[in-house]
């Protein structure tokens, strides 16, 4: 006991010392529920993301970007049961802080500081969840959102229109197979459950069960519904032949006519806007719904690389002549490294040329250019005009 | 959406506070009840009612961020993208890859990493798991992630934000959450390809975004240490010795000299003896002359890091930068974890922008001198094995870009020029001159969308055609596409160039490669 007592404080005075003295007490590991992402996720997140903010910019959108903690008392009373979620700061003496929970907060926490009534904006960034590992295994705590909100007052449905647009030029370019996107709205839904004799208070609630239909047969959802949220066995049947309906713009007209749907003003409201949404829809063209290529994880198009030794000093110029004229290309750090040696990095990196330095070469004033994939070479005479084919892809 | 219903009522509090008060005077005419008693009352209500919370009412908030932070509007993200696709686009030049960290580490991962600074580590408030801070720095992280993945050779560069909780009397203006810029080689390589190719990138970048002159200072962690001990320093004294010389990018050699001697106990002799070194600046014959110097030689280790600094210019020149690089024995640098090479980039237009005296620290203070760090690094090859469980070494070299030192410079070059920062890319405005051409409007757009030119229209079924001339001006959106009921009876489409407001009549077909060639010109 008094043993680890000593050790104790000694440990202490250790980390007291800190500083670059000793080896120190370290796990080495990410946060729970966080991770690095290495070259290649890096590589493939850029893609992604180019794409996406591609789209974003052909729709004209601007973007913002938001401090990764907020004051406490920003997010506090905005995402009800999910408050136990958020991250605290610890007190340090300052403001309450806690990191971000999601982007739209931040969102409108600028739009009324800056007392902006319109914009198209998106934000791509990382928020912060302290999910239960119990609960959604295998869920990160820092991910990545990308949000795209459109905010002013407008006629209606055209900025809506332009949001489902936008969702399917993204998930089409982004080639992740087939797709749908559904829709509704939430005035169908409330007239819906009138109409069906749901209680006004149950509202809410009732949303809640209907939602697990993407997961539940309906059979599940409906003893939800009766067992537990005290529906009415014929409300909940009403309810279960109108959810069953799918359809596009036909489908809204026959609700319109519907006898028992048409009796809400709140539904007949929703209902037009969906036919006027789908009339938008087909002027965008969108009311209908690999080759495993090597990641590379850098984007060097030249290697420079020698033949024999003593030959870094030429290496070094031709790789200048390359940089300056805006070539990506990369040379080994090594006085005398070996042919093979170079040529595997290039094999590795999926580098697709080799510019190759020898005595005769440069005796002759040419370079020899080796096109990795084919293993062809090609002399070339080293010259400005050379370079600057390569610094237009010409080469390939 | 509700909760912007919720921020803006609040932004009118102010108001209601003032028709509480108006009410509470007027009542305090009344017999028997007291200003105290009301606020009491009222104290007790709000309490009632944040308990409440929830969803129901509106909320007690302030509409501010967090001290020391700031939102990014769309200008200052557009000229933020122009900086970082120079920045990348150069180290991509160079063949680096880029990876991502978390934005909070384990606590114990930072601990006992950066000295006396640790108290400006924001912790995250112990909510039963492990005990977590924000990031400081992107150094301690990528050592982290070298030792995790048994790496010992990469090029990688990082662009992340970091966070430090500095003390706001001390540093005014400086930002808590700041950007910063990291480009690092770790490996085992020949002596000094590495190093020479990091101030090659640091040229190329500082070139290319066009700030001004520059000059990149160039010094050895033992060529310091050497001549601290040629000058009759004491060894325990080096360090501080060592953050004394820092300051003379500040301050003159007069304050330097009193410091060392008055307050570090140094003999003025000693003192002398650096002064005469620390002034001296050069290139490669610097190098020389110091090797031949009766003294300096008499330190390996000076001789060591004066050999490397000639193998050092004789790789720059032939990467042809050495305009700009100078071998100054003044350099010093918070010298903690670097072993060799080190160097520093300054800006020498005089003071256009506030100063930061180390390009790591972020944002500038609101103090103004002449000079301008806005790069710096060097060699620290005892920083990997620190985290090594079996103590592996992986030297690496490396620099940080003061990224928002460039962001507030650029800032101030945009507000000065006369030019326009689009924050927007939109090349093509889709309108129209007359009523009920909407539809018509929505189908060519789909048509430039599906090309991928890059459009807008308004959100109005009958929008005037000025209003969406004017919204081309404040947008700088170069173009018009103006649909109109001849135009689409005769298969055109009125194309106007809003610079010139020249005005021509394009066939339907040929319009998007219309559009394109002169948007390509541009």
């Not at chain 2, 990014?72 to 990348?88: H, S, W």
Request: with cysteine; charged share 30%; net charge neutral.
């Amino acid at each position: 006991m008094q043993i680890d007592e000593e050790v104790a404080k000694l440990l202490q005075l250790k980390a007291q010392l800190g500083g670059d003295d000793g080896k120190h007490q370290f796990v080495l590991k990410t946060a729970k529920g966080t991770r690095d992402y290495n070259p290649k996720q890096m590589a493939i997140r850029e893609k992604v993301f180019n794409t996406i903010i591609g789209c974003f910019k052909r729709h004209g959108a601007e973007t913002i970007d938001t401090p990764v903690f907020e004051l406490k008392e920003t997010l506090t009373g905005k995402y009800g049961e999910d408050s136990k979620l958020i991250y605290d700061l610890k007190d340090q003496g300052g403001e309450l802080l806690s990191l971000r929970y999601d982007l739209t907060v931040p969102f409108a926490r600028y739009l009324a500081m800056n007392k902006i009534t319109n914009i198209k904006r998106y934000h791509i960034a990382k928020v912060y969840r302290r999910d239960n590992p119990a609960m959604t295994r295998g869920r990160y705590r820092e991910f990545y959102q990308c949000d795209f909100d459109i905010a002013g007052q407008y006629d209606a449905m055209i900025p809506d229109a332009e949001c489902l647009k936008i969702v399917h030029e993204i998930l089409s370019e982004l080639d992740l197979g087939d797709f749908r996107i559904k829709v509704n709205d939430r005035r169908i839904l409330d007239g819906m459950f009138a109409v069906c004799g749901v209680p006004d208070d149950k509202f809410r609630t009732i949303c809640s069960t209907v939602d697990k239909l993407d997961k539940l047969p309906w059979e599940e959802v409906k003893k939800e519904m009766v067992n537990e949220k005290g529906l009415s066995e014929e409300a909940a049947d009403q309810i279960g032949e109108y959810v069953s309906m799918q359809g596009g713009m036909d489908l809204a007209e026959r609700l319109l006519q519907d006898q028992k749907m048409s009796q809400s003003k709140q539904a007949c409201a929703g209902l037009s806007d969906i036919k006027l949404l789908f009339s938008y829809l087909q002027l965008f063209q969108v009311t209908d719904k690999a080759s495993a290529e090597k990641v590379r994880t850098t984007e060097v198009q030249v290697m420079v690389a020698s033949a024999q030794k003593n030959l870094l000093e030429e290496k070094l110029k031709l790789i200048t002549e390359l940089w300056n004229a805006g070539i990506k290309a990369e040379v080994m750090y090594k006085k005398n490294p070996k042919l093979l040696s170079q040529l595997q990095h290039c094999e590795e990196s999926g580098i697709p040329l080799v510019a190759i330095l020898g005595e005769q070469e440069l005796k002759d004033g040419v370079v020899k250019l080796r096109v990795v994939a084919t293993r062809e070479e090609v002399q070339l005479i080293h010259n400005t005009h050379t370079v600057s084919l390569l610094a237009h892809g010409r080469m390939t | 959406m509700n909760m912007l219903g919720m921020f803006c009522i609040r932004a009118c509090s102010g108001l209601v506070g003032c028709r509480t008060a108006t009410r509470v005077r007027s009542l305090h005419s009344l017999p028997g009840i007291t200003v105290a008693q009301i606020d009491e009352e009222v104290a007790k209500l709000l309490q009632l009612k944040a308990q409440l919370g929830g969803d129901d009412g509106k909320h007690q908030f302030v509409l501010k961020t967090a001290k020391g932070t700031r939102d990014y509007n769309p200008k200052q993200m557009a000229i933020r993208e122009k900086v970082f696709n120079t920045i990348i686009g150069c180290f991509k030049r160079h063949g680096a890859e880029t990876i991502d960290t978390p934005v909070f580490e384990l606590k114990e991962t930072l601990t006992g990493k950066y000295g006396e600074d640790s108290k400006l580590i924001y912790d995250l408030k112990d909510q039963g798991g492990e005990l977590l801070s924000l990031r400081y720095d992107l150094t301690v992280p990528f050592a982290r992630y070298l030792a995790m993945n048994k790496i010992t050779n990469i090029k990688r560069y990082h662009i992340a934000k970091v966070y430090r909780r500095d003390n706001p009397a001390m540093t005014r203006g400086r930002y808590r959450e700041f950007y910063q810029c990291d480009f690092d080689i770790a490996g085992q390589y020949d002596a000094m390809i590495p190093d020479a190719e990091c101030l090659k990138i640091v040229h190329e970048i500082l070139s290319e975004l066009d700030l001004g002159d520059f000059r990149i200072k160039v010094n050895d962690r033992r060529i310091l240490d050497g001549m601290f001990a040629v000058c009759g320093v004491p060894d325990d004294k080096f360090r501080t010795i060592c953050s004394t010389v820092d300051k003379l990018d500040k301050l003159p050699w007069e304050e330097v000299k009193k410091e060392m001697v008055n307050e570090k106990g140094l003999s003025e002799e000693a003192a002398d003896q650096i002064g005469e070194y620390v002034s001296m600046q050069g290139g490669m014959d610097l190098a020389e002359r110091l090797l031949q110097d009766q003294k300096m030689s008499q330190s390996k280790q000076a001789c060591a890091g004066l050999s490397d600094i000639k193998l050092l210019f004789s790789y720059l020149q032939l990467f042809q930068v050495t305009d700009k690089v100078v071998f100054d024995l003044s350099l010093a640098r918070g010298l903690d974890y670097y072993t060799g090479i080190i160097y520093e980039a300054v800006l020498t237009q005089a003071g256009v922008a506030p100063v930061t005296t180390d390009a790591q620290n972020g944002a500038p203070s609101e103090e103004s001198v002449s000079v301008g760090s806005v790069a710096g690094g060097g060699r620290y090859d005892g920083l990997v094995g620190m985290f090594d469980p079996k103590g592996r070494k992986v030297p690496c070299v490396g620099v940080s870009i003061g990224i928002e030192r460039v962001f507030s410079i650029m800032e101030q070059k945009a507000e000065a020029s006369a030019e326009k920062v689009r924050t927007t890319e939109v090349q093509v405005m889709v309108a129209s001159a007359q009523k009920n051409l909407l539809e018509e409007k929505l189908k060519l757009i789909t048509e430039l969308w599906n090309a991928g030119i890059k459009a807008e229209v308004m959100y109005k079924k009958n929008p005037k055609l000025l209003s969406q001339l004017q919204h081309c001006e404040e947008s700088g959106i170069p173009l018009v596409a103006i649909l109109g009921e001849q135009e689409l009876k005769d298969g055109v489409v009125k194309l106007r160039v809003v610079a010139t407001r020249e005005e021509v009549d394009i066939s339907r077909a040929d319009l998007i490669g219309e559009i394109r060639r002169r948007t390509s010109e541009a």
